[in-house]
């Protein structure tokens, strides 16, 4: 059989494949064809060329299958959203209770596929790889985009400017954006602003989130509920919460027909996060197995798992205190413990009750976390509250032994920004400050929890040029089972097996191929 491959003027391929070859590529899933195929290596970065329209189009009026999209992807941890792909256009659903949207993606250099009754069915129909400016509503947002490459499509924020991290952005893009009117900042919490802006500028996507007030205008809005996946779903479904979160990645490629960058970025994140937590695991289980927990002459209960608190205090805006809002499991930072091998205190029990939400008073959390081990304190104003609380914090073990932390290691704000697409970098801090000190390449060294007692506040950087590529800060991971200085026995890794396995499989499915020929 033949393969005739073409090569396109902008350097992407497309396929024709014979009748007699689909149906040999077709044999093992027992649905053979007898027509011919259109069929792309990779998504296009680009528009389609009117002569490859013209193709595609041919193609399928003559009936044969085309596939622009050979680049896929599916959810695996995430809970609320999935896409389908449909040769031409992809249809991507976002399923979050409340939300509930739909949106068309079409290959761009193409008819608008459908007819206009159907596309009328969808929350937003918007043409890909899309190349257009984009409205950032949330902060979350800003690293999936950077990470894409899609910095320089953002024209405009419906966010504080102060609460914005990423250096390329707060220290280059918008000042030079300011002065020169290509970027705005909308008012905040004002859906009129953001329609009167996309009235204004139609070459414009918004990213919205699942707590909008108006989820389904303008049409130009795609609703991202990456902050908005259930934990207990997670739970209730053998998923991991954070990656469900950085998950979200995929969708955003999708937008940008950039969904092999996505799914690599996204498992290779992961890859890194299973391998820290079966570190900690290994880690754990050995020093249990010695009957001591101890670091620099620290002692954290010899034979126990360490105890975290996870609570911060908060006040009314004239100063007035409310309470202590502890930790409630399941949650993120639930997971990070988890992993590490401590126990995480959490309650919902309060006698405070405002704004719909319940705080402990001085006494009840003196009760409740005087004896944790490590003080995770998630918040920025720890000063104000050692001014205002000397006597009271003194009695807590954490603060007696200086252990605890806040998140202002990378600066006061990147925590509800970059730090989602860091999570596997969370984990080694949160296991770092229990003592787990898995094994990495190079050491780790904390990077979001800072000893609020030891430590400065800290930054993630600087940038010199608005085209700077994103790096996120990878610690390589070491498997503990085999490193020499752990002093633990070597165990075959997981992913060895698999590799054995896989191995197996695949020769036994060439001979499959081959016997069928």
Same mark, same amino acid.
């Given at each position: 059989p033949s393969i005739q491959k073409r090569n396109t003027s902008q350097s992407s391929k497309i396929m024709r494949i014979s009748r007699q070859t689909l149906y040999a590529t077709l044999t093992l899933s027992l649905a053979p064809q007898t027509i011919g195929a259109v069929v792309y290596t990779e998504n296009l970065d680009r528009c389609l060329t009117a002569e490859e329209a013209d193709e595609i189009e041919s193609a399928l009026a003559n009936g044969e299958t085309v596939d622009i999209f050979p680049d896929k992807v599916q959810p695996d941890q995430s809970s609320y959203w999935d896409i389908s792909y449909h040769g031409t256009y992809k249809i991507l659903k976002n399923t979050q209770p409340d939300v509930d949207t739909s949106y068309l993606l079409h290959q761009c250099g193409l008819p608008m596929p459908l007819t206009e009754t159907e596309r009328e069915q969808f929350d937003g129909v918007f043409e890909v790889?899309?190349?257009?400016?984009?409205?950032?509503?949330?902060?979350?947002? @800003?690293?999936? @985009?950077?990470?894409?490459?899609?910095?320089?499509? @953002?024209?405009?924020?419906?966010?504080?400017?102060?609460? @914005?991290?990423?250096?390329?952005?707060?220290?280059?893009?918008?000042p030079a954006g300011k002065d020169d009117g290509s970027i705005t900042f909308l008012p905040l919490y004002n859906d009129t602003a953001i329609e009167e802006y996309v009235i204004e500028h139609p070459d414009t996507v918004v990213f919205g989130g699942g707590f909008d007030t108006n989820k389904r205008s303008p049409k130009q809005k795609i609703i991202i509920s990456s902050v908005g996946e259930s934990p207990q779903l997670a739970k209730e479904n053998g998923r991991d919460i954070n990656q469900a979160i950085f998950e979200w990645l995929e969708v955003y490629g999708s937008m940008f027909n950039q969904e092999r960058l996505a799914k690599e970025t996204v498992e290779e994140t992961a890859a890194r996060y299973e391998c820290h937590a079966e570190n900690a695991a290994i880690l754990s289980e050995e020093r249990q197995r010695r009957r001591q927990l101890q670091r620099h002459g620290r002692d954290l209960h010899a034979g126990k798992h360490p105890v975290v608190l996870w609570a911060y205090h908060t006040q009314e805006?004239?100063?007035?205190?409310?309470?202590?809002?502890?930790?409630?499991?399941?949650?993120?930072?639930?997971?990070?413990?988890? $992993?590490?091998?401590?126990?995480?205190?959490?309650?919902?029990?309060?006698?405070?009750?405002?704004?719909?939400?319940?705080?402990?008073?001085?006494e009840e959390f003196m009760e409740f976390g005087k004896n944790a081990d490590v003080w995770v304190y998630p918040s920025s104003d720890w000063n104000r509250l050692i001014e205002q609380k000397a006597d009271f914090l003194s009695q807590f073990k954490s603060v007696?032994?200086?252990?605890?932390?806040?998140?202002?290691?990378?600066?006061?704000?990147?925590?509800?920004?970059?730090?989602?697409?860091?999570?596997?970098?969370?984990?080694?801090?949160?296991?770092?400050?229990? /003592?787990?000190?898995?094994?990495?390449?190079?050491? $780790?060294?904390?990077?979001?929890?800072?000893?609020?007692? /030891?430590?400065?506040?800290?930054?993630?950087?600087?940038?010199?040029n608005d085209d700077e590529e994103y790096m996120p800060r990878v610690t390589e991971c070491v498997r503990a089972d085999e490193t020499p200085e752990s002093g633990i026995n070597p165990e075959p890794s997981s992913t060895s097996s698999r590799n054995v396995v896989d191995s197996f499989f695949l020769c036994g499915l060439l001979l499959g191929v081959w016997s069928g020929s």
């Open positions: 790889p899309y190349s257009g400016g984009l409205l950032v509503t949330a902060t979350t947002t @800003i690293p999936n @985009i950077e990470i894409l490459g899609r910095r320089s499509q @953002i024209k405009a924020f419906a966010v504080d400017e102060n609460l @914005i991290s990423s250096p390329c952005l707060s220290q280059v893009v918008i805006y004239d100063g007035t205190d409310v309470g202590w809002d502890v930790g409630e499991c399941p949650n993120y930072y639930c997971t990070y413990a988890t $992993h590490c091998h401590v126990e995480i205190l959490n309650s919902t029990a309060g006698s405070v009750d405002r704004w719909g939400y319940t705080y402990m008073t001085d007696q032994t200086k252990e605890v932390y806040d998140f202002q290691m990378s600066g006061k704000d990147a925590w509800f920004e970059q730090r989602l697409a860091e999570y596997d970098t969370v984990l080694l801090d949160m296991c770092d400050i229990v /003592d787990r000190d898995v094994p990495t390449d190079p050491p $780790h060294v904390r990077k979001w929890f800072r000893n609020v007692f /030891d430590d400065g506040v800290g930054s993630l950087g600087t940038c010199s």
